[in-house]
């Protein structure tokens, strides 16, 4: 996977915008940028997905740079319960591109 | 549409013993992935399974570890002779198609292995 980097931790108020972003400079033209978050306790759960528009669907939006080499996604009105680990994974393009690699991610907790 | 069901939850077993996971797909996908998480650190590949295939076990350890999809019923994860490094949350993914650049893996809640 091309290598992404992602703040360790970001505090957000509750009904304000979480912006998180994700650098990944390494990626190919056509590889995806991937979204999933993990709420303590519980498996990984899939936000969004993207290759180079914007996206946006119920749970957030996705905004890649022209160049592709950053995004960041965005969930508009954050709740206490959007508090959760988030992972941004670029699979690589080659023939294992199923094999997700979690980092780190980014902590996102949002206070009342 | 239920999701990926992964069953036990929590799971508890003494060095030695066997342990059994077991991972039913969300209905249409006929390809399953298993992930470990050990304590504090992020989810870790360990095999992909296609109906009676195993298609990339590169990420299981050699040792003690086995997986299997058959034709009929879910997919398990055996785990034997347990040793406390084991302990962990496993978790499974599956996909309608090969994931890869657009197909999306969907995750089940885990199993959370103990061993005493």
């Known amino acids: 996977d091309a290598k992404t980097t992602q703040p360790t931790s970001m505090d957000c108020a509750e009904g304000r915008a979480a912006n998180l972003p994700c650098n990944h400079s390494t990626i190919s033209g056509n590889e995806y940028v991937y979204w999933y978050r993990q709420i303590h306790s519980q498996g990984p759960q899939y936000i969004i997905h993207?290759?180079?528009n914007n996206e946006t669907n119920e749970m957030a939006s996705l905004i890649i740079t022209e160049d592709r080499k950053s995004s960041t996604l965005i969930l508009p009105h954050a709740t206490l319960r959007d508090t959760a680990v988030y992972y941004c994974i670029v699979p690589s393009s080659g023939g294992s591109n199923y094999k997700l690699t979690f980092g780190k991610g980014t902590l996102l907790t949002v206070n009342p | 549409n239920a999701g990926v069901m992964q069953n036990p939850r929590h799971l508890v077993r003494r060095r030695g013993q066997e342990a059994r996971l077991r991972c039913s797909p969300m209905k249409g996908h006929s390809h399953v992935y298993w992930y470990r998480q050990l304590p504090e650190e992020g989810l870790k590949f360990m095999v992909y399974l296609q109906k009676e295939n195993i298609i990339d076990e590169s990420g299981m350890p050699k040792e003690r570890f086995s997986a299997e999809f058959p034709k009929e019923g879910p997919s398990i994860l055996r785990i034997q002779q347990v040793v406390r490094g084991d302990s962990a949350a496993y978790f499974c993914?599956?996909?309608?198609?090969?994931?890869?650049?657009?197909?999306?893996?969907?995750f089940g809640p885990g199993t959370r292995l103990t061993v005493l």
């Open positions: 993207g290759l180079k």
């Open positions: 993914a599956s996909s309608p198609r090969l994931a890869g650049a657009t197909d999306t893996q969907y």
